[in-house]
């Protein structure tokens, strides 16, 4: 009976270690190092299941007003959560690194260089209630 490997981290995570080992152990068969590599099975992944809906980005803006912000600083967090969820982009790296030089207003499309899948690397067609608007004025359509 063998010993059961213990890896932390999300079932991601504990798949790409898992991937490397079996990498590592095919390596060594094919070197004759090893004569027969056991077969493991990966951990089940689960997508995304949080989703910020209707209701949910009603309740999130309500909540943002009872903060008393400036106008302006609550109408730019407005911005940014409709971008988010009509675009569909991630925080960090992708909604918050957007620049001016990557919005082609004339298109309506958001150009993400730090996209984590190249070919998909365009988000077409921003929902029209974000009211985002260039210095030019607000986009064309």
């Not at 912000?69 to 967090?77: G, Y």
């Not at 070919?119 to 077409?124: E, L, P």
Request: proline share 4%; charged share 35%; aromatic share 8%.
């Amino acid at each position: 009976m063998g010993e059961a490997l213990r890896f932390g981290g999300s079932a991601a995570n504990v798949n790409c270690a898992l991937r490397t080992l079996r990498r590592m152990l095919h390596k060594g068969e094919e070197w004759d190092l090893l004569v027969k590599v056991p077969k493991f099975k990966l951990w089940p992944e689960h997508g995304r299941e949080l989703r910020l809906d209707d209701d949910a980005e009603q309740k999130l803006l309500a909540a943002a007003k009872s903060c008393n912000w400036k106008p302006a600083m609550f109408e730019l967090f407005r911005d940014v959560i409709i971008l988010a969820r009509d675009t569909g982009m991630r925080n960090g790296r992708e909604l918050y690194r957007i620049r001016r030089e990557n919005l082609d207003w004339d298109n309506r499309i958001i150009f993400v260089p730090d996209y984590k899948q190249y070919h998909r690397r365009q988000k077409n067609d921003p929902d029209e209630r974000s009211g985002i608007q260039s210095a030019a004025g607000p986009s064309r359509r």
